[in-house]
């Protein structure tokens, strides 16, 4: 069973600073990665997707990278903001099915 | 566009009592999937399904779930009878394809006591 992990599981950073996520897997025969931002007591809101043939997928200040030889992701936010404070998930899709397996979330805290 | 509405948002009710959940995709989006979020586990897939037919309900952790989906616009998922440690919340997505981002409602909270 695939499984995902993502380190760190909490992070402050100072607002301006540039800061990456990290995210790992498994099983590398994956369909797709997404990233996901989850606000309290909200669901889940798709931030980038990257497909198994694709590197890296650039959305604004948001800069994801896929490495499926190594299990690896990683997202990138330029410029924190206090507004990027959230849990960030990754999940990945398998190739012989259409269902997520998510990591367990990091949590960002952008400290003004 | 609506986005997924899921209803009710809260729900606290007894152990043994039937509780019914509900799932309004976005529309033209041909696939819907269930999921369960706890501290402990995580996300995880409960049951997913394309064009109404469900594919996968492995993830049903048991015969005390079922979902629905009379059609393209509506699912359920229910659980009966209630038990305490199905206390979560419960989230729906949908998505135009297999390849496309999942959209989430804002999830149910669910506790049962």
């Known amino acids: 069973k695939q499984e995902v992990t993502q380190i760190p599981a909490a992070l402050s950073v100072p607002e301006g600073e540039n800061l990456v996520l990290n995210c790992s897997f498994t099983d590398s025969a994956i369909y797709n990665l997404q990233w996901f931002r989850q606000d309290p007591g909200k669901g889940l809101t798709s931030l980038l997707l990257?497909?198994?043939?694709?590197r890296e997928q650039t959305s604004g200040r948001l800069n994801a990278s896929l490495d499926k030889s190594s299990g690896r992701s990683t997202l990138y936010i330029a410029a924190s903001q206090p507004g990027d404070s959230a849990t960030y998930l990754c999940?990945?899709?398998?190739?012989?099915?259409?269902?997520?397996?998510f990591g367990t979330g990091t949590r960002l805290t952008v400290i003004p | 566009d609506a986005g997924v509405i899921q209803s009710p948002r809260h729900e606290v009710t007894e152990m043994g009592q039937e509780v019914t959940l509900r799932c309004k995709p976005i529309s033209g989006h041909d696939y819907l999937f269930w999921y369960r979020q706890t501290m402990m586990r995580g996300l995880e897939l409960l049951i997913y399904f394309n064009n109404n037919v469900p594919i996968d309900d492995s993830g049903m952790p048991e015969d005390r779930f079922s979902a629905k989906m009379p059609n393209a616009s509506f699912s359920t998922l229910k659980i009966q009878p209630s038990e305490p440690r199905d206390s979560a919340v419960y989230f729906c997505a949908s998505s135009f394809a297999r390849n496309q981002p999942q959209h989430f409602g804002d999830g149910t909270r669910l506790s049962i006591l």
């Open positions: 999940a990945v899709s398998g190739t012989g099915a259409n269902n997520l397996f």
């Open positions: 990257i497909q198994s043939s694709q």
